[in-house]
């Protein structure tokens, strides 16, 4: 009875210690799974508070997976990677093995694919995870597998390599030019003012 009960927790620990491994190989799991996916989304819409929380993004640009870019995607049990609140319309990173696990999303904090920083990322996992993307170890797996199933490759530009203007805020852009022509007009009436007085009292 007394080796049973033995037996049985050396197995409870080796297993919690197989799930503990699993884990922490998330970076490299994504590496070498040719079903996982790796791609920047604009969220459509996010429902954390349902009984089955779920979260629909159209992609637009693919590191690594399966996936088309203007389509639309449904996933459940988001997983948002750290403390900060997805918002319909802003653009997230997004990795998703299968239904049977979390799909993990990640805030970035700049735009340069090879020098991406991502947001609120604690321990050596998730730092591995954000250097394979920085130093391109994810866009050569997806090369190898699309070569492997004879698929076209990814297009190595500017673009896909390098700036992704798509994580600018649009209306950053708006609000500054906005405030620009407000400020030129402001200088151009107000110079047309003075010159009327100036034309009264002379």
């Not at 989304?41 to 203007?70: F, L, M, R, T």
């Amino acid at each position: 009875m007394k080796k049973s009960v033995c037996l049985f927790f050396a197995l409870l620990l080796l297993l919690s210690t197989g799930i503990t491994t699993c884990a922490g190989s998330i970076p490299e799991d994504l590496l070498h799974s040719d079903d996982a996916q790796i791609f920047f989304a604009e969220v459509c819409y996010y429902h954390p508070d349902k009984a089955q929380p779920d979260i629909e993004v159209s992609p637009v640009h693919v590191i690594k997976g399966d996936v088309n870019v203007g389509g639309k995607l449904t996933f459940f049990n988001p997983n948002p990677i750290g403390d900060f609140r997805v918002k319909p319309g802003k653009v997230y990173l997004f990795t998703y093995f299968d239904e049977n696990n979390p799909t993990d999303i990640f805030e970035a904090e700049n735009r340069e694919l090879t020098g991406i920083k991502l947001k609120h990322i604690e321990g050596d996992m998730w730092e591995r995870f954000e250097r394979n993307i920085n130093d391109g170890t994810y866009f050569r797996a997806e090369q190898e597998r699309r070569q492997k199933l004879d698929l076209p490759l990814l297009i190595d530009d500017p673009i896909a390599m390098g700036r992704l203007p798509f994580l600018d805020k649009p209306t950053d852009g708006i609000a500054r030019n906005v405030c620009i022509s407000v400020g030129v007009v402001f200088f151009v009436a107000c110079f047309v003012v003075l010159l009327v007085k100036k034309k009264r009292h002379g």
